[in-house]
């Protein structure tokens, strides 16, 4: 907001006219910024809606099935061991 003054300055319509531009700018970023709360809404659904959805389960475990063995769980649990303390690849 341009100060009050008592004299005639050059600058006191520059800073104005800046204040113009900013609250029109401010306005415009407002009014995308809900349209496109609207269009997620639109896309997305309302949060409570999504709140209430199943998450959908993978194929393996809705047939009660897995696709590795233990002997490959734990050769990757040991992979990630080696990894974590940086030893490299075997």
Not at 40 to 49: V, W, Y
Request: aromatic content about 0%.
């Amino acid at each position: 907001m341009a100060p009050a003054v008592d004299h005639d300055c050059v600058l006191v319509a520059v800073v104005e006219e800046q204040q113009r531009k900013l609250d029109a700018l401010l306005a415009l970023a407002e009014r995308q910024q809900r349209e496109l709360d609207q269009l997620k809404k639109a896309l997305i659904g309302p949060k409570s809606e999504r709140a209430k959805t199943k998450k959908m389960m993978s194929p393996e475990k809705a047939l009660g099935t897995t696709t590795s063995t233990p002997e490959s769980a734990q050769a990757r649990a040991g992979r990630r061991t080696r990894a974590s303390l940086g030893l490299g690849p075997p």
